[in-house]
């Protein structure tokens, strides 16, 4: 089974930047789709935004212009780059794969806190 492990959540002012990286322990060539998706309290859990093994890329309407979703495949590593953070992209962020073979795979979360 896939193993994904985020890391780079935090406290950051609103306006500001962070960038969240998603470690798979499956080469990312073998998996069909990446993403990151997020829950805030009392919400359900959204994919923000995602990224084929072709390429492709796809972004909810609230991030778009703000989030970037990039990979290294030689680290089979995903980022979410987070740019002019909002409150309201307050969230445990959550890495997930969707392998080849099917299982989708869901990592441990990181908090992401915007709040002056």
């Known amino acids: 089974q896939v193993q994904l492990v985020e890391s780079g959540g935090g406290l950051v002012q609103p306006g500001g930047s962070l960038r969240l990286s998603c470690v798979s322990s499956?080469?990312?060539?073998?998996?069909?789709?990446m993403g990151w998706g997020r829950q805030a309290p009392g919400k359900q859990r959204e994919l923000v935004a995602t990224?084929?093994?072709?390429?492709?890329?796809n972004y909810i309407e609230a991030v778009k212009g703000r989030f970037t979703i990039s990979r290294d495949t030689a680290k089979n590593t995903v980022y979410l780059q987070m740019n002019t953070l909002k409150p309201e992209d307050t969230a445990v962020y959550y890495c997930n794969a969707d392998p080849m073979g099917g299982g989708t795979v869901w990592g441990q979360g990181t908090q992401v806190t915007v709040s002056s």
């Open positions: 990224i084929t093994v072709g390429g492709d890329i």
């Open positions: 499956r080469s990312l060539s073998m998996i069909n789709t």
